[in-house]
């Protein structure tokens, strides 16, 4: 398992109604669905690719099991080698229900090996990654094309605009009662410069 998928494993396990048939959760999808979306989030992965690669683990660990309980059955004596996966998923064990044992099954055991050799769902599962690295990348440059306007149209803009961008932060910062008294007081000072202005404006126009 890599990192991803142990912390995907952990943050399924958290869920019991995604992996235990016992619960009458288990068969409700509004559930499932809420559960799912909780555990895409909280890995910052998007929920298609975390249901698909869950169900891979899944069916890995039930294959896992199913070819240790068939080793035990034909060596009962021997040596038995516990993988990875299924000492990682030891949790799951009680939830998973083996299937009954026919007489071909040590070729599907022998086949089964074969299969997991290779990456099942892998190509998809990076194509998931590439295509959600992409989509971030594209976002973090949005973002900082965005900042790089707001700065340059910052720069172009009269100095007494850029103040009162300033003082309107400032207020939107405020609680409605501050808010309130600040425009007051505001209003209050505006109209006393107003005034002294025009007396400035009439002191020079008698000289």
């Known amino acids: 398992m890599d990192s991803f998928e142990e912390r995907l ?11 235990d048939t016992s619960l009458k959760s288990y068969k409700d999808p509004l559930v499932a669905n809420k559960s799912w979306k909780e555990v895409a989030r909280s890995l910052d992965m998007e929920e298609t690719v975390c249901r698909k690669r869950w169900r891979y683990l899944r069916d890995k660990f039930a ?15 021997g040596k038995k080698s516990v993988p990875a996966l299924f000492a990682s998923l030891q949790w799951l064990d ?16 022998q086949k089964e090996e074969e299969m997991d050799s290779e990456p099942e769902e ?12 992409k989509r971030r990348a594209e976002q973090d440059a949005a973002m900082e094309a965005g900042r790089q306007r707001m700065v340059a149209m910052l720069q172009m803009m009269d100095p007494v605009d850029r103040y009162l961008l300033h003082v309107g932060d ?10 309130s008294d600040f425009k007051w007081k505001l209003q209050n000072v ?7 202005a025009a007396q400035f404006g009439n002191s020079d126009a008698e000289l």
Request: proline share 6%.
């Open 63 to 77: 294959k896992a099991k199913r070819r240790l309980n068939e080793k035990k059955r034909l060596n009962p004596g």
């Open 9 to 19: 494993a952990e943050a399924v396990r958290k869920y019991e109604n995604l992996y």
């Open 122 to 133: 892998g190509f998809e599962f990076e194509a998931a990654l590439a295509a959600l690295d």
């Open 190 to 196: 505006m109209h006393e410069t107003e005034h002294r």
């Open 94 to 109: 009680k939830h998973i229900k083996p299937r009954e044992t026919t007489t071909n099954s040590v070729a599907v055991s």
């Open 170 to 179: 400032f207020m939107r910062s405020l609680p409605p009662k501050l808010l």
